[in-house]
C-alpha cells in the first residue's frame, strides 16, 4: 500500500481537524471561487503558520502512531506500506500478529531526498544528492 501518511499521525489532532476542513467538498468550492492571488496568498500565510507551529510540536506527535499503521495494514491485508510526510526515511520492520511487516518512509524533497528503489533483488531505500 502506497499512502501519503498524514492520515497515520493519529497524535496530531489540530493538523487532522485542519485536513478534513480544507479537504471537504464546501471548503474547497469556496476556496476555489477567490481569485487566484488571494488563493496563493492564503495559501502562503498557512504554509507559514504550519511551520512555525510543526517546529514548536514534540516530534513523538508528528510521527505516524504505530497502532494506526498496524489498522490500516490489517483493514487491506497487506503487509508492506510506503509513505511520507514524516520526511524521516527508515525502513521500519515489525510483526503484525505472526506475520513480518514492512513500514517504509521516504524523505522529503527539500533537504533529504530519498526513493526506493524495488527489483527483484529486494527493495534499498536510496538517500538523493542535490
Known sequence: LMLHGDLLCTDDTRYLRFRKIVRSPLFQTLFLALPARMRQKIAGTARDKSQLENAEKQPAIMDVSQ???????????????????THRPAIHQFKLGAESATRIVLGDWYEQGSMLRWNTNGYQLEQLTF
Open 67 to 85: 497502532r494506526a499503521v498496524e489498522q490500516i495494514m490489517e483493514l487491506y491485508g497487506i503487509r508492506t506500506m510506503i509513505h511520507g510526510h
